[in-house]
């Protein structure tokens, strides 16, 4: 597995689904386009997961102030 950074892959993805937006574009690549951005779009989700934890064990907290207890994040509003 390449050690590739998470804008990295997320650019190699923007390429491939504007390959795969193009009509002219022939099955047997499209398909081969569609497995490479699902690998990409699972690393990317893989390396996002990853920095979730690591957010919320430095933002961990107990209401008394100690270490321990995991803060939410809170979700935006649409």
């Known amino acids: 597995m390449s050690k590739e950074t998470f804008e990295e892959a997320l650019a190699q993805l923007e390429e491939v689904v504007a ?3 193009d009509s002219s574009v022939g099955l047997e690549e499209a398909l ?8 990409l779009a699972r690393r990317c989700r893989t390396q996002l997961d990853s920095v979730e934890r690591r ?15 995991t803060v939410p994040f809170e979700e935006e509003q649409e």
């Open 32 to 39: 081969k386009l569609f497995e490479r951005g699902v690998k």
């Open 19 to 21: 390959k795969l937006e």
């Open 55 to 69: 957010v919320e064990q430095l933002l961990a907290e107990s209401p008394e102030g100690e270490p321990g207890a």
